[in-house]
C-alpha cells in the first residue's frame, strides 16, 4: 500500500533500502533513543531490514520508506507493526533522517499511517518512547496519543535499563 501526502511518498519498505537506511541507522544522536545503539554494520541493517520485509508478507506488520514528493529524497521510515487484527490493534513508530528533523514530515507521515490504520480496521495503536525523547513525545501528543503509563526498566541497552513511556490512541 503506497500513501501519498502533501509533500511525502510512503511506500511499502523493501530490502534494498537497508542501504538508504545505514546513515541513518549508524547516526549515534538518531539511534540515541532506540532499542539499540547505533549500528555501524551493513549486513546487519540488512538482516533486520529483511525481517521487517518477511513481517509485511506474513501480515504482522506494515513498514514504509519515507520519500520527498520533489525529488525522491529518502527521509526515513515509519510502520504499523505487532498488527493484531483480533484486538484491532497496532503499534507505530518511526524515524527521520537528521536532515529530515522539524519540517513536520514526522507529523504528516504518521497522519497518514493512521489514517490507514483506521480505514483498514485497527481502532487502538499504542507508541513507546524512550524517556528524554521530547521531540518523538510532542509529536505523538500533536497527533492526538495520551500517555498512558511509564514502563520502568523496559529496554536494556548499553548494559543500563532505560525507562519508557507508553502512549495510546483510540481510532
Not at 511525502?8 to 545503539?37: K, Q
Not at 525522491?72 to 507493526?81: A, H, V
Amino acid at each position: 500500500m503506497i500513501l501519498e501526502t502533501e509533500r511525502l511518498s510512503l511506500r511499502p519498505l523493501e530490502v534494498s533500502d537497508a542501504a538508504l537506511l545505514f546513515p541513518m541507522m549508524s547516526d549515534a544522536e538518531v539511534m540515541a533513543h532506540w532499542d539499540v545503539p547505533e549500528i555501524d554494520d551493513p549486513d546487519l541493517i540488512a538482516a533486520i531490514v529483511a525481517g521487517q520485509v518477511e513481517d509485511m508478507a506474513a501480515g504482522r506488520a506494515l513498514y514504509w520508506a519515507l520519500r520527498a514528493l520533489d525529488g525522491e529524497e529518502f527521509l526515513g521510515i515509519c510502520d504499523l507493526s505487532d498488527i493484531d487484527r483480533w484486538h484491532k490493534r497496532a503499534e507505530v513508530g518511526f524515524m527521520l533522517g537528521r536532515g529530515a528533523w522539524g519540517q513536520g514530515y514526522g507529523l504528516e507521515a504518521m497522519r497518514a499511517v493512521i489514517a490507514h490504520a483506521a480505514s483498514s480496521g485497527l481502532r487502538r495503536l499504542t507508541a513507546r518512547t524512550h524517556l528524554g525523547n521530547r521531540r518523538s513525545d510532542a509529536l505523538l501528543e500533536k497527533l492526538g496519543f495520551t500517555e498512558e503509563g511509564l514502563l520502568r526498566g523496559h529496554v536494556l541497552r548499553d548494559g543500563d535499563r532505560r525507562d519508557c513511556r507508553l502512549f495510546g490512541l483510540l481510532l
